[in-house]
């Protein structure tokens, strides 16, 4: 009897022990989304910050070449990818930054010719990220020539903050919210709403790449998130197209 008794109190430790590790493994999922929600969130804020004080606006589509000027960027359209390249992945965008004698640092952009212009937008949006991240870094932990290539299959760390500038730059999170407002309104789409033709609009709103929208989607929906969190009534307004 006892050797039951003293099995079934292993077993419910046991059971203990795994329960506490899964509350540790939980809650090492949700602190990290939660630090992956806080880094989004403080890029878009910095780009709100840069876009109110220079006044751009924030309604589709972005003037994305406003704000390269007012970065002081030299942007040259150009054929990054000569046949004789060899050139794995196509090169859609290359930042060369080099300084000035007086200290200052200027850089130069060049945007392959060939591509589409909904593709020349976002490249030129993903360099001037790059831009803004080497404001916010030390110099030497932002490369001086930096190349943006499709597909993508970033290793580097500081290339996926660059995308979520990008992001945060031509699909302001208010805009997407309110065209997603409208659009499920329009009695003219299909209900439910198709996910596809959603991401085609949205695109075509934004006139940046269905490709890169669809890798970027996740970062405003987390800077969505997080501002309906914290702003009852901004959750109450778009309570139909918030999922809960």
């Not at 077993?11 to 090492?28: A, G, H, N, P």
């Not at 989004?40 to 606006?57: A, G, L, Q, T």
């Not at 390269?68 to 960027?73: H, Q, V």
Request: aromatic share 10%; hydrophobic share 35%; net charge negative.
């Amino acid at each position: 009897m006892e050797n039951i008794i003293d099995n079934k109190t292993e077993m419910q430790e046991e059971q203990l022990q795994d329960r506490m590790q899964e509350t540790k493994d939980e809650s090492f999922l949700f602190e990290g989304m939660n630090k992956w929600q806080d880094v989004c969130v403080e890029i878009e804020d910095s780009v709100e910050k840069f876009c109110n004080d220079y006044h751009i606006s924030r309604e589709f589509p972005v003037d994305i070449n406003k704000v390269a000027e007012i970065r002081e960027m030299t942007v040259f359209y150009r054929d990054l990818n000569p046949v004789d390249a060899e050139n794995t992945f196509a090169v859609v965008g290359n930042t060369l930054e080099w300084q000035r004698l007086d200290g200052t640092f200027s850089r130069i952009v060049s945007i392959d010719k060939n591509q589409d212009n909904n593709s020349k937008r976002y490249a030129l949006a993903y360099e001037i990220g790059i831009s803004m991240l080497s404001d916010r870094l030390e110099d030497e932990d932002v490369p001086k020539s930096f190349n943006y290539s499709v597909p993508i299959l970033p290793t580097d760390s500081k290339k996926f903050l660059a995308e979520i500038y990008a992001m945060c730059l031509l699909i302001p999170w208010r805009s997407l919210l309110e065209v997603l407002n409208q659009y499920v309104e329009d009695d003219s789409h299909a209900s439910p709403i198709d996910n596809i033709e959603w991401i085609d609009y949205l695109a075509d709103c934004a006139k940046m790449p269905r490709y890169n929208l669809c890798i970027g989607y996740s970062y405003i929906s987390k800077i969505i998130n997080r501002k309906c969190q914290a702003d009852a009534q901004l959750a109450e307004k778009y309570s139909r197209i918030l999922q809960r």
